[in-house]
């Protein structure tokens, strides 16, 4: 099926860093740093961070590579399916991944617009918990309103929100930084750095949040038919994204724990609001409350923006159903996809925030990561001639990391999530043999074919 109307490039360099920052940095770190030290029972779970920067660093040099290789709209749908074929298992695999995204992608928002909801409740106390749930089920309805309009326009407002995430962040560690003490940051419990299976199962849980809180630097790929020059904006753009992000999530930490004792910290609900109150009073930490509102914003406005890309795209491609192929006749962006997950994410806005990080993680690693990484190195091997901008450092070193990455994250994944993942992939391949049965698509167009001929 043919969409409406193309796609516009109107994203340079600037916007589309911008964008994976905003994605990456949003209310996420806020709310898992105290959680993130409880992984482990002390500010050891640091190690978590740097765990997570370099599985990041190697997953985003598969992204950069395949992204320049492949610089079309939807991402990982494109790369799975021609990976593994698009007459064959990478049919079944990138509809597995638009699958889940109808998910995990308002579950994400979800996630933001409930943070939102959180710290609007914190500077207005008097607020009724069904006022709160009202507040986080209108957020994503609203970010669909401001996104109802052409790319070029959101990619110069991505700028302007990337400066207030850059802003808070940079608060927290030029307050902390003269407060900065080893003492705390290596107060570690006694016995804790054994290397026993408990170790690894902590540093497996601190560095799953840590990844959720990455989670983001690969957006510009779904954005990748929008973006100008996209073989040398993509890669540039998904490993600064990451390099800038790993420095400020290390030294916000750094400073939460340097100034109030980790043994309080893991219980904080609002940590930058404390973190404020205890070094500067309550009138700056007031402040960063509503500065944190606008990160949440930043953020879930580029998460709504690249995941409505990905069920357009596979739209477009007959894999996925056709009234997602539809853009808008004047601002030809795919509003279908964005009032879709903008309404489901306004539903999962029900659930409790703590509940959905583990599941939200499992699937996306056994659903998309996971299979893409494995789907780099067949596409180097199917088709060594296919023209790469962009070609992975050290390769295949990152990718095999990358790959034991996902592989350990699961490993360590809590069964509750574990179970979740399996069952979302579950209802995605029955959806899928179904919808290829009746449509005489792989595995059963040759298995028809041998039937007929047989006949």
Not at 273 to 298: H, Q
Request: hydrophobic fraction near 55%; charged fraction near 10%.
């Amino acid at each position: 099926m043919k969409a409406e109307a193309a796609l516009r490039r109107e994203l340079g360099l600037v916007q589309a860093t911008a964008l994976a920052i905003t994605d990456m940095v949003g209310i996420g770190p806020y709310i898992t740093i105290p959680l993130f030290l409880a992984t482990m029972g002390g500010p050891q779970a640091m190690l978590g961070w740097f765990v997570g920067t370099a599985l990041a660093f190697c997953d985003g040099l598969v992204w950069a590579e395949l992204g320049a290789a492949l610089p079309r709209a939807g991402g990982s749908y494109n790369y799975l399916r021609e990976a593994y074929g698009p007459a064959s298992a990478g049919r079944w695999l990138s509809f597995l991944m638009v699958f889940q995204i109808i998910f995990s992608a308002p579950l994400s928002v979800a996630t933001g617009s409930i943070g939102f909801a959180d710290y609007f409740h914190s500077l207005l106390p008097g607020l009724s918990p069904l006022g709160v749930r009202l507040l986080a089920a209108f957020f994503p309805l609203l970010l669909v309103a401001i996104l109802y309009r052409r790319v070029g326009v959101i990619g110069n407002i991505s700028v302007v929100l990337a400066g207030g995430v850059l802003l808070g962040c940079l608060w927290i560690v030029l307050t902390g930084a003269p407060h900065l003490s080893a003492a705390r940051l290596f107060a570690f419990p006694p016995h804790v750095l054994r290397m026993s299976w408990l170790f690894w199962a902590g540093l497996g849980h601190a560095t799953l949040y840590a990844l959720y809180d990455f989670f983001g630097y690969y957006n510009v790929c779904y954005l990748a038919e929008e973006i100008r020059d996209p073989g040398r904006v993509i890669p540039r753009a998904i490993m600064g994204s990451i390099a800038i992000v790993a420095v400020l999530y290390v030294f916000m930490t750094a400073s939460f724990v340097s100034v109030i004792p980790w043994q309080r910290l893991i219980r904080e609900k609002f940590a930058a609001y404390t973190f404020i109150r205890m070094l500067e009073g309550a009138s700056p930490a007031g402040l960063m409350s509503v500065l944190l509102l606008g990160i949440a914003f930043s953020s879930v406005f580029s998460l709504l923006l690249g995941y409505s890309r990905v069920p357009y795209a596979a739209a477009v491609d007959g894999n996925f159903f056709p009234a997602f192929a539809r853009l808008h006749p004047k601002g030809a962006f795919p509003y279908v996809s964005l009032v879709t997950l903008g309404v489901i994410a306004s539903f999962f806005t029900l659930g409790r925030l703590g509940e959905v990080i583990g599941s939200l993680v499992a699937v996306r690693i056994l659903l998309q990561y996971l299979p893409q990484t494995v789907g780099f190195f067949l596409l180097r091997f199917r088709e060594p001639q296919l023209n790469r901008p962009f070609r992975m450092w050290f390769y295949p070193l990152p990718g095999l990391v990358s790959l034991l990455g996902w592989i350990y994250i699961l490993a360590t994944a809590t069964p509750r999530s574990l179970l979740f993942a399996v069952a979302v992939f579950v209802a995605g391949t029955v959806a899928y043999m179904l919808r290829a049965r009746k449509r005489r698509e792989w595995p059963f167009a040759r298995l028809l074919k041998d039937s007929a001929s047989r006949l």
